[in-house]
């Protein structure tokens, strides 16, 4: 531990309320691997931090961060945010953040905390693993010498206990699966997105799982169990893709297996980070000792800090240098632009003021997915506007957008509606 992480923080005054259109990560991993610390660094609001399994007793839900380069430092204006933070240029956009805590190998058969963890993993579409790099937990979870462990292994058993948890979903419905197929002449894919669209898998995840693996037209009495659990693992590699965060960098040991896992885990995106480290930056922030922007790769003091402070701090700042930031932001920043493909569009009601209806510059930007059009923006916003939107305009360009059209990340549009 870098500064006593587990005293308390104070949330900041920004009142950031959560809607149905918040894009939701989940925190995932074992015991004592970081996720509290991780789920604070990233939310300014204090869990229970303490080094042994079983901490977190109900799950977190809270508010954390991505962030993007705000348009306002481009345009040189000062902006307003409402329904985010800027901060110096960048802009902070809410995300709910879900800690998972309590998984242990086992934990699909109701083992540690369990199913009922693993079920709140149904609402958020990636995660983001959080995995002790510096091999100091056991596959349980419980402490041991940095360097025993092979995180690479906690990958796997990530991965197989939420392939698990599918798996006896859909093993229980089969029979069903058979009847509707096959007597009833329902087509496959409506029977297992009806099956799965609870846990967050879309249709097009079903029917390309079905097509890359020749399933589509085979009759499911013939499946199999290994043909289901194919199915099964392909649809959770698409429809619940993982972010690896691998913590405790700061920790020597740690140097050694983050490699590892960067050369060895293809597929993945591995994230070194140091959750102690930005839960520390984050507590020194609020209380004015240093300047720091979350995700930023260095921080400026301050205050007026004992000698042993300004030790630890540069500490941390050693960390950063080293690994490129403490890492947490990334992984947030990773998980939702990168692997999910959101974009964030900022709507106005005025174009060339860039203000809403009550003259405030840039209040607000919405994470929309990756192909969101004008008409998604607008429902995003509200179900009424979306019924009177006819077009919108682009800030900067001044063109016109049509309803269908794909919409630019970072772009600034006004939507044009009926009366
Ligand atoms: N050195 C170092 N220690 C860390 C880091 N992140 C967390 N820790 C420490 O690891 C221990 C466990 O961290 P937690 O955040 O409570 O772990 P958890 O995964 O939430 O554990 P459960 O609540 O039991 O599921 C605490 O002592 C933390 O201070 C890090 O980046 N570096």
Redesign the pocket.
Same mark, same amino acid.
């Given at each position: 531990?870098?500064i006593n @992480?587990?005293a308390l923080i104070k949330p900041k005054p920004y009142l950031i309320v959560l809607t149905q259109t918040h894009v939701q990560v989940g925190i995932v991993?074992k015991? =004592?691997?970081?996720? @509290?610390?991780?789920f604070a660094a990233s939310t300014l609001i204090d869990v229970k931090?303490?080094?042994?399994?079983?901490?977190?007793i109900e799950p977190n839900v809270g508010v954390g961060y991505v962030t993007i380069p705000c348009v306002c430092r481009d345009l040189g204006v000062k902006d307003n945010p409402r329904n985010s933070i800027c901060m110096d240029g960048t802009r902070l956009i809410p995300v709910e953040l879900i800690d998972v805590?309590?998984l242990v190998p086992g934990a699909w058969q109701g083992r540690g905390l369990g199913n009922q963890f693993l079920d709140h993993l149904r609402r958020a579409p990636v995660l983001i693993h959080?995995v002790d790099a510096s091999g100091g937990t056991d596959e349980e979870?419980r402490i041991v010498k940095p360097g025993t462990h092979d995180p690479l292994l906690d990958v796997k058993f990530l991965e197989n206990e939420v392939d698990m948890w599918m798996l006896q979903i859909v093993k229980k419905e089969w029979d069903k699966v058979v009847r509707q197929v096959e007597y009833s002449k329902q087509k496959i894919e409506d029977v297992l997105y009806s099956m799965l669209s609870g846990l967050g898998i879309t249709r097009a995840i079903i029917e390309e799982a079905l097509t890359q693996l020749s399933l589509i037209n085979k009759q499911p009495h013939l499946w199999g169990e290994e043909a289901i659990m194919g199915l099964v693992k392909y649809i959770r590699s698409i429809g619940k893709p993982m972010v690896i965060a691998a =913590?405790?960098? +700061?920790?020597p040991e740690a140097e050694d297996n983050i490699k590892r896992m960067i050369n060895e885990l293809k597929g993945y995106r591995v994230i070194p980070? @140091?959750? +102690?480290?930005e839960l520390a930056l984050r507590r020194a922030a609020n209380k004015g000792l240093i300047k720091y922007i979350p995700g930023d790769q260095d921080f400026t003091i301050v205050g007026n800090l004992m000698p042993e402070q300004v030790k630890a701090l540069e500490r941390i700042r050693s960390i950063m240098r080293k690994w490129g930031g403490t890492g947490v932001v990334k992984a947030l920043n990773t998980a939702v632009f990168d692997v999910l493909g959101m974009i964030a569009v900022y709507p106005v009601a005025d174009e060339k003021r860039l203000t809403d209806t009550e003259g405030r510059v840039l209040p607000d930007v919405y994470l929309l997915p990756r192909n969101a059009t004008v008409l998604d923006l607008a429902s995003a916003i509200h179900s009424d506007i979306a019924k009177r939107a006819m077009f919108a305009v682009d800030a900067l360009s001044g063109r016109r957008i049509g309803l269908n059209e794909r919409l630019q990340h970072r772009s600034i549009v006004r939507i044009v509606t009926t009366r």
């Open positions: 531990m870098i @992480s587990k991993g015991p =004592n691997a970081g996720k @509290s610390t991780f931090i303490a080094p042994y399994p079983f901490t977190t805590a309590g959080v979870g =913590n405790k960098a +700061d920790i980070t @140091s959750a +102690d480290a």
